[in-house]
């Protein structure tokens, strides 16, 4: 089962291209994981999750009497002990909405420390991710920020590949860069871009000549109208605009090729 995590500049695209993808791996068939990483944390809506439903989502980050059960210590206590490989098995099953095949769990983030805090929040995601990547059996399709702070070297084995969302643009491109030396850093030697909001062969051409070897394009998804109509409106792409799940499918097909 594909693990993918799904990252790049704020506001290129990750979110649509993580629900686009999950949808497609559950119409195939597939049992789905989609979990929302980013800050932003507008992957429910991307999914087309009904706001009653999205509204009452917790993030696991902001679960602290759970925090506390799994590792001893609660959230912003510093000092002390507590555990750093706390219990996450039953948290998928518990703590995410199921909706149209896809199970959808948000992680939150965590508000001090930076990036490597070690601290009880951190010790909690980052044991959920690792147990997600190498103990599920299911497709999971990661929404991350930028950074690589839901993951480390003992997590990074289990990621199949980072998919880098890139729009036509300099400060794009040079965040595509920034993210494959991170990926790098960490031991993920797979990373393919996908551009985004694309108007023409010229905006396809400045990307993948903009890009290092290293990085190969996967594909791409036109921009489009009326997928900024459905996030104004709370749809789903997948629902209403059937060019970019074309695009999708061949993006996709694209990385089963690849693996």
């Not at 949808?23 to 597939?30: F, N, P, R, S, T």
């Not at 917790?58 to 506390?68: E, Q, Y």
């Not at 149209?100 to 420390?113: D, K, Y």
């Not at 991710?129 to 103990?135: A, D, I, R, S, Y």
Request: with cysteine.
């Amino acid at each position: 089962m594909p693990k993918i995590a799904i990252t790049g500049k704020g506001g290129v695209g990750k979110t649509t291209l993580a629900a686009l993808l999950a949808h497609i791996y559950a119409e195939a068939g597939q049992p789905v994981i989609a979990i929302d990483a980013d800050p932003a944390a507008s992957l429910a809506y991307a999914l087309g999750i009904p706001d009653e439903v999205a509204n009452q989502i917790t993030p696991i980050a902001k679960m602290d009497d759970l925090i506390f059960e799994r590792t001893g210590a609660r959230p912003g206590e510093s000092g002390g002990f507590f555990t750093i490989n706390p219990r996450v098995d039953d948290i998928p099953d518990r703590f995410s909405v199921l909706h149209r095949g896809i199970r959808m769990l948000q992680l939150g983030t965590i508000g001090s420390g930076g990036a490597g805090c070690i601290c009880p929040e951190s010790a909690i995601l980052k044991s959920l991710v690792t147990h997600v990547l190498m103990f599920r059996n299911e497709v999971m399709i990661l929404d991350m920020e930028a950074g690589v702070e839901h993951l480390g070297r003992a997590t990074a084995g289990g990621v199949d590949a980072f998919l880098i969302v890139v729009e036509p643009g300099r400060r794009s491109i040079n965040t595509a860069h920034n993210i494959r030396q991170l990926a790098a850093d960490i031991g993920i030697k797979r990373c393919f871009v996908v551009g985004n909001k694309v108007r023409s062969e010229t905006d396809q051409e400045y990307i993948r000549s903009s890009l290092s070897p290293d990085l190969p394009v996967i594909g791409f998804l036109s921009a489009n109208q009326r997928a900024v109509e459905a996030d104004m409106r709370g749809e789903a792409v997948f629902d209403v605009v059937p060019e970019l799940i074309e695009e999708a499918r061949q993006i996709a097909a694209a990385f089963e090729e690849v693996e």
